[in-house]
């Protein structure tokens, strides 16, 4: 049986401008660093995680939403089981530091 590490990505919807994925995280799981192409709009619907920017780190905890700018490096680590939805346009691509 394969042991998830790094929260799951899926997608939900996906219309003419704009998809939606769902974010799925236990916690202690890490998403290593990467950015999107696009600005990103996420919704946090349960759980909490640290949300790890250059400049600066944010809570992230149910109910609250947040917008990522485009270009910008971010990992995010879980503390609490953790769900959410990220909002972006069609045409933005997640790229992970290699």
């Known amino acids: 049986m394969e ?3 790094k929260p799951e ?3 939900l919807e996906t219309g003419k ?4 994925l769902q974010i799925t995280a236990l916690a202690g799981m890490f998403m290593p660093t990467h950015h999107a192409t ?12 640290l949300l ?3 400049k600066s780190d944010h809570l992230l905890k149910k109910g609250a939403s947040f917008i990522i700018a485009a270009g910008i490096e971010h990992s995010l680590e879980v503390k609490k089981d953790f769900k ?15």
């Open 38 to 49: 696009m600005e990103t709009v996420i919704i946090i619907q349960e759980g909490e995680a």
């Open 52 to 54: 790890k920017m250059p």
């Open 17 to 20: 401008s704009f998809k939606t």
């Open 84 to 98: 959410a939805i990220a909002i972006m346009a069609i045409a933005s691509e997640i790229k992970f530091k290699e």
């Open 3 to 5: 042991v998830l590490e």
């Open 9 to 11: 990505l899926q997608v």
